[in-house]
């Protein structure tokens, strides 16, 4: 599954240690369109480079994405 052009609930939902982003929080490089400004340099996470978009977390689009990303978030606390 490819991830949807400005969904950005991965950039929103998640705390990113490696940037200090807090859970809820959107990304600083996250821009405006909702498109991560740093996708294809070296600076962008590994923690962001490994995550797949699929079926059971993106379901019928971003609202639903951002939904089930907070719930995980939650759950591995």
Do not use: Y
């Not at 991965?10 to 959107?26: F, M």
């Not at 740093?38 to 797949?52: G, L, T, W, Y």
């Amino acid at each position: 599954m490819d991830c949807v052009l400005g969904c950005g609930a991965c950039c929103i939902a998640p705390s990113i240690s490696s940037l200090n982003k807090a859970a809820g929080v959107r990304c600083k490089h996250l821009s405006s369109e909702n498109l991560c400004l740093i996708f294809d340099k070296p600076e962008r996470p590994a923690v962001c480079s490994q995550f797949k978009a699929c079926d059971w977390i993106c379901g019928d689009g971003p609202k639903q994405a951002l939904k089930t990303l907070e719930r995980l978030e939650i759950e591995t606390i």
